[in-house]
């Protein structure tokens, strides 16, 4: 079993910056992928941003340019820095991971965490 413990969320105004974290702990080898998924109310969840444990990154079109994924391997945890926010990235933003056990890959998602930006 992994958990996932997310933070930073809360409430912006338009054009200020945010900086979520997810912590992964419990029977983890190797975290292969890290991702932020968001979900609005009434809307599917879309992906966000990833990285791979080399570090390469990708994001959503909506988010490029103002949005950075990092992750700190030795602690399992995944960043996700928020600038430029708009009120339409309001959503509650869920941490995702691929996890290695030693045996088999499992995906994990978080909670979540709200995003509200409004002035």
């Known amino acids: 079993q992994v958990q996932l413990v997310e933070s930073g969320g809360g409430l912006v105004q338009p054009g200020g910056s945010l900086r979520l974290s997810c912590a992964a702990s419990?029977?983890?080898?190797?975290?292969?992928?890290m991702a932020w998924y968001r979900q609005a109310p009434g809307e599917q969840r879309e992906f966000v941003a990833g990285v791979f444990n080399e570090g390469i990154t990708n994001y959503a079109d909506s988010v490029k340019g103002r949005f950075t994924i990092s992750r700190d391997n030795a602690k399992n945890t995944v960043y996700l820095q928020m600038n430029s926010l708009k009120p339409e990235d309001t959503a509650v933003y869920i941490c995702?991971?691929?996890?290695?056990?030693?045996?088999?890959?499992?995906?994990?998602y978080g909670q979540g965490t709200q995003v509200t930006v409004s002035s």
């Open positions: 995702n991971v691929l996890v290695y056990d030693g045996s088999r890959t499992f995906n994990y």
């Open positions: 419990g029977n983890i080898v190797i975290v292969n992928h």
